[in-house]
């Protein structure tokens, strides 16, 4: 397979920036509307559970109220139907005398009072009260006309008669129950209980419950709540609402509907009900939502409903949602906490493995270069060795050398010696012949002052023959040597020479003793002074200047002359052996190099300069003993 190279081409730094900058855009508004979208999913799901518990904690409650107020209705049913069995009741229905009406009025009057009931009373078939439990008061039923009543004209038809309403005559609200008094299968008259029902909201209100009844027609009869009393629970048409004001069932009262801001039905007989803030029913700052549970009850057309607030549930899911949304951004800051630790620590991890990799290439490199050392070492330490046994091997040429340049210097030196020595000798001859002839003739003046002659020439002869031997010995490194010495015996070596020129001689240095042994220097004088009397040959006022200064703990001693000089290609070589101008047998071009030679193996230095007025001048530089003020010589 081959590679697509577009595939593996790394990304161009924009483009790497880019991810990057739209995480770090868009993530916070990401998270931020997650978390609002969480909390409110956490408060749906909340609420949705809350309003389930509720509901069924409600249900409970609803059965068990239902239940009470069932029973608190049903204990009063059988209460009109016992008066069938009062004879005096019969006997005031079929004869309304007085005294049958007093009878009837006391009974009932003791009934009500044992029944707890607010009243019970007895109408003929017309509708008209014949008597009653209150038959004392003021306000008393006694002969009212209550034909109007449904409970009557339900009753009187053989049907029994319930009905809530409020009295006409003194505007109390009452539950009346009714029972058509029959006899030998006639309805003689209807016998009528009314019964407060105020108690249950009492007691609903010590319990803290939100609960009503409404009746059949919609209208709320009970409620924990007064103010919802006689309100509507069902939209009432204009026809509905004149009808029941006609019927007086309410008296006068206005008959408005309980309106809901939002009702919500969550099931049959359950619903959610919103009431607005500031209302007729809520005097809160906010809205107020119930879950609204109703029951039928039993035996009556009319309904039993719970009311249970929402507000806790509500902002128990507002907490819960919160709770959800703080838990979510958490979870989130810890996952980019996490996120940005792990990247850090793979940064940390790649620099530690670029140190590491760094770490490794330098101690490759270390070690390369140590191997690399060791050979170059080895190398020099080779060199070394090569040097030390080249110098040895110099050193040795050098010692030849220099024995060689003494024996040489002595067969040049030779032919002078003999020159010098034929001289004194050829003279010896002369004067030694004379002499003899003298002495033959008695002239003993002459002969003596030839012998002193003589003598003085054998003395010449014999320091000739001793600076010779002292030149030609092999001499030590070490030793010392007095400068003026050296100088006055290279100069009398040189003697002949010396003379044959005219040489005029300046003399500046000082009688300084130097470490170089004393033959030695004196050759070194030798081959200086020599070399400068051949330059001066053809110099018509030869001059040769010795000046000596202290320089540095040495002596420096400049030999200078007014010869021909040295050319500039000369120069170059000076110091080379077997390097000379001279011609033939003249010059060996040993004498600089040995000179130079023995200078330096004492630890000084021979040099040249040469002059702008002319000539050549050698500056021989030697240690000093020890530096020695002396006269100048
Ligand atoms: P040699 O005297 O046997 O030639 P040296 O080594 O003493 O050998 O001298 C080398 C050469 O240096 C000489 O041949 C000469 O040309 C030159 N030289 C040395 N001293 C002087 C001087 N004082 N003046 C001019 N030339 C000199």
Redesign the pocket.
């Known amino acids: 397979m081959k590679c697509d190279p577009e595939l593996y081409r790394a990304t161009s730094p924009s483009l790497a920036v880019k991810p990057r900058l739209i995480r770090h855009l868009f993530l916070p508004p990401l998270i931020i509307a997650l978390m609002i979208g969480l909390g409110y999913i956490g408060f749906l799901v909340s609420e949705h559970y809350g309003i389930r518990s509720l509901g069924e904690n409600g249900q409970r409650q609803l059965e068990l109220h239902a239940r009470a107020v069932e029973s608190e209705i049903s204990k009063y049913t059988y209460l009109p139907s016992l008066l069938e069995l009062e004879t005096s009741v019969s006997k005031l229905l079929a004869d309304p005398t007085p005294e049958h009406r007093q009878t009837v009025n006391d009974y009932l009057e003791g009934l009500n009072r044992r029944s707890r009931s607010r009243a019970i009373y007895v109408m003929d078939t017309t509708g008209r009260v014949m008597a009653t439990s209150n038959w004392r008061d003021v306000d008393s039923y006694l002969g009212e006309d209550l034909s109007f009543r449904a409970y009557f004209q339900n009753a009187v038809r053989g049907q029994p008669g319930r009905f809530y309403g409020i009295g006409s005559t003194n505007g109390e609200p009452g539950y009346y129950l009714a029972h058509g008094l029959e006899e030998h299968g006639k309805i003689i008259g209807v016998a009528v209980v009314k019964v407060r029902l105020e108690a249950m909201e009492e007691r609903w209100q010590r319990a803290r419950l939100e609960a009503f009844v409404s009746d059949e027609n919609g209208i709320i009869i009970l409620s924990s709540d007064p103010a919802r009393r006689l309100k509507s629970v069902v939209p009432l048409s204009d026809d509905t609402k004149e009808k029941l004001a006609r019927s007086l069932q309410y008296y006068w009262f206005p008959l408005n509907e309980l309106q809901p801001l939002a009702r919500e039905t969550l099931s049959e007989g359950v619903e959610k009900l919103t009431f607005p803030a500031n209302s007729e029913l809520v005097s809160d700052d906010e809205n107020i939502s119930y879950l609204s549970q109703t029951r039928p009850l039993s035996d009556t057309p009319w309904n039993f409903t719970l009311l249970t607030p929402l507000q806790d549930l509500r902002r128990e899911a507002i907490n819960q949602g919160i709770l959800v949304a703080v838990a979510f951004a958490l979870v989130a800051f810890l996952l980019i906490a996490w996120n940005e630790r792990r990247k850090v620590i793979a940064t940390r991890l790649a620099a530690r493995e670029a140190l590491q990799e760094a770490n490794n290439q330098l101690e490759r490199r270390i070690t390369e270069r140590t191997v690399d050392l060791r050979a170059s070492n080895e190398r020099l330490k080779g060199q070394i060795r090569e040097r030390r046994q080249a110098e040895e091997t110099l050193r040795r040429a050098q010692d030849e050398l220099v024995q060689a340049g003494k024996l040489a210097a002595i067969g ?1 030196m030779s032919t002078s010696i003999a020159h010098e020595l034929n001289q004194p000798l050829a003279a010896l001859r002369t004067l030694s012949g004379n002499t003899v002839r003298f002495l033959e003739r008695g002239q003993l003046d002459v002969a003596s002052t030839n012998l002193k002659t003589i003598n003085e020439l054998i003395d010449r002869m014999g320091r000739i023959t001793a600076s010779l031997r002292s030149f030609a010995r092999r001499g030590d490194d070490k030793g010392q040597a007095c400068l003026g010495k050296g100088v006055d015996a290279a100069l009398q070596l040189l003697g002949g020479r010396v003379e044959s020129i005219a040489l005029q001689l300046h003399r500046h240095f000082e009688d300084v003793q130097v470490q170089i042994d004393q033959t030695r220097l004196e050759q070194i004088l030798v ?2 002074i ?3 009397l ?2 001066m040959q053809a110099q018509p006022q030869p001059e040769l200047w010795l000046e000596g200064e202290t320089f540095d703990g040495k002596y420096r001693l400049r030999v200078r ?1 007014n ?4 050319d500039a290609e ?1 120069r170059k070589h ?1 110091f080379e052996p077997f ?4 011609p033939g047998e ?8 040995l ?1 130079a030679s023995l200078a330096a193996a004492t630890g000084g230095h021979l040099g040249v300069e040469h002059p702008a007025s002319g ?2 001048a ?1 500056v021989l530089s030697l240690p000093l003993v020890s530096p020695l003020p002396a006269e100048p010589i």
């Open positions: 040049q081959n200086l020599g070399n400068a051949d330059a002359d010869g021909h000089g040295i000369a000076l390097f000379t101008t001279k003249q010059g060996l071009g040993l004498g600089l190099t000179s000539g050549t050698f």
